[in-house]
């Protein structure tokens, strides 16, 4: 069992969709807590509507009280309020790993976290993060580095913030290849490369970041579970396709027939 925290999206490419269908194509038993409604499709985000903590709240410890989660994956929360209730909840299960992706805007840009939510994620869930996934961009704005920042300082800067692991992913780096890097507090644990594919993609970092949690959840260790996540979500970009008018969305279910 998973338990995801995560804005809707009407696509089902990213948000909370993308997490149920990330779970369930791994074998995890989805649970859920919705945070906001998006309204979007997949040429870009029109609007968020966030959802007051106590709702957020009241999910999780209702789900929680009746069903144990093996892991926790968060996305988008929509407020620094929301983010201080989720710390406050998942502060009563400190042994059970928690993957945050730190979703501060969609893939077209628009801002999905404003400075205040930034800080609260710093300041109340990364103390607490199993594993941090952001990507190059997300990486140094939540080190507080410069555009361009060397992205291991900002590793060392995120795991000083308490994050036991932090995989920093490059699609937003040049490059032929993307480069994912995963760190400790003792410095880079591994380095994968893989080819970068054509297109644009919507919700792979969703689906990276449930992988993560799900191969958790199964009981592997964190470098081995990083890597296995890595090699699902590639696949599911590489047998990703194009359902509208804008990016193209991963197929979880690439190896189904």
Known sequence: ??????????????????????????????????????????????????????????????????????????????SARNAEAVAQILGGHARTPMVLDPVLASARGHPLSDGETVQALRSALLPMTTVLTPNSLEARRLAHAAPGAALADCARALTDLGCKYVLITGTH???????????????????DRWPRLAGEYHGSGCTLASAVAAFVAKGLAIE?????????????????????HGQNLPNRFFGSK
């Open 224 to 244: 081995d579970a990083v890597r296995e996540a890595q090699v699902y979500t590639w696949k599911t970009l590489q047998a990703g396709f194009r359902p509208g």
């Open 173 to 191: 780096e040049p490059g032929d290849q993307v480069v994912n890097t995963l760190y400790s507090a003792s410095g880079k644990l591994r380095e």
């Open 1 to 78: 069992m998973v338990l995801a925290f995560a804005a809707s999206d009407p696509t089902g490419g990213a948000g909370l969709q993308a997490d149920l269908l990330t779970l369930a194509s791994l074998g995890c038993h989805p649970l859920s807590v919705l945070t906001a409604v998006t309204a979007q499709d997949t040429s870009g985000v029109e609007g968020l509507l966030v959802l007051e903590p106590d709702w957020i709240a009241r999910q999780a410890r209702r789900v929680l009280a009746d069903i144990p989660a093996a892991a926790f994956k968060i996305g988008v929360l929509g």
